[in-house]
């Protein structure tokens, strides 16, 4: 078992704490291990990109680049500015900040299509009636609720991800692993997927309370 990196500096009123769902994620990518550095960490290929969007506390990329692939490069995203300080710092206290940058984005805004061979998406999965504005949360300085509430199914966040997933994602090599919880109803998404091309897995599912949380990996290419 790799160990859980360490975030003593976390104000958890303003950035998710690791919970459930993120602890899974750490799990899955210690089990993915073996198919992620057969496909990417081969003598003569291109150092691969890692992005990781909404980075919280910067708990999975700084698992991520520890144990998973240290040689990769790594960008991370969020909405909320605290997560954006925070995941530098998470990373540097776990002792790594080499190829490791961060963009305050909604989303994927600012990258550049096509380059993304590992996609890691904890996404705000919670139904709720909409999702948060970026405008009260900025004369609130509340962006909590960022990390939770997914709109509509929950899912208002995550499909926005999934309907660019083949602009960013390298289509030869990449693969994106994405966690829903069961009422994102992900059996249905995974089958629109599918119909769109996509090799889709479930490659880990866990009962986290009264919640159901599953990683879907997602792929062009076997
Ligand atoms: C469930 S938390 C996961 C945090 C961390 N990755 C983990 O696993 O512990 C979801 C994260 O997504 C971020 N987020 C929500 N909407 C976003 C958006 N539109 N663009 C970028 N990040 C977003 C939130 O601020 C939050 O940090």
Redesign the pocket.
């Known amino acids: 078992m790799f160990p859980t990196p360490s975030t003593t500096n976390l104000d958890v009123a303003r950035v998710?704490e690791?919970a459930e769902?993120?602890f899974l994620?750490l799990d899955l990518l210690q089990e993915e291990l073996p198919f992620i550095q057969e496909r990417f960490a081969t003598v003569n290929a291109p150092t691969p990109l890692v992005v990781?969007?909404?980075?919280?506390?910067g708990?999975?990329t700084t698992f991520f680049h520890k144990n998973i692939l240290p040689d990769a490069l790594f960008i991370g995203?969020?909405?909320?500015p605290y997560?954006c300080s925070i995941s530098k710092e998470t990373s540097k206290e776990n002792g790594d900040t080499r190829y490791f940058d961060v963009l305050r984005t909604?989303?994927w805004d600012g990258l550049r299509p096509g380059l993304v061979d590992v996609l890691l998406f904890?996404?705000?999965y919670v139904p709720d009636e909409t999702v948060p504005s970026i405008e009260n949360a900025v004369k609130t300085d509340d962006?909590l609720d960022?990390?939770?509430l997914g709109g509509s199914d929950g899912m208002q966040?995550t499909s926005v991800v999934l309907d660019r997933l083949a602009e960013f994602l390298n289509l030869t090599r990449g693969v994106a692993y994405i966690l829903f919880c069961k009422r994102n109803k992900p059996v249905e998404v995974a089958n629109s997927m599918r119909n769109r091309g996509w090799i889709v897995d479930m490659v880990n599912e866990r009962k986290a309370g009264w919640e159901v949380l599953s990683i879907w990996k997602f792929r062009k290419v076997k």
Do not use: C, H
């Open positions: 998710y690791p769902d993120s994620f990781e969007i909404g980075l919280g506390s708990i999975v995203t969020d909405i909320n997560a909604n989303l904890n996404p705000p962006w960022f990390a939770l966040v």
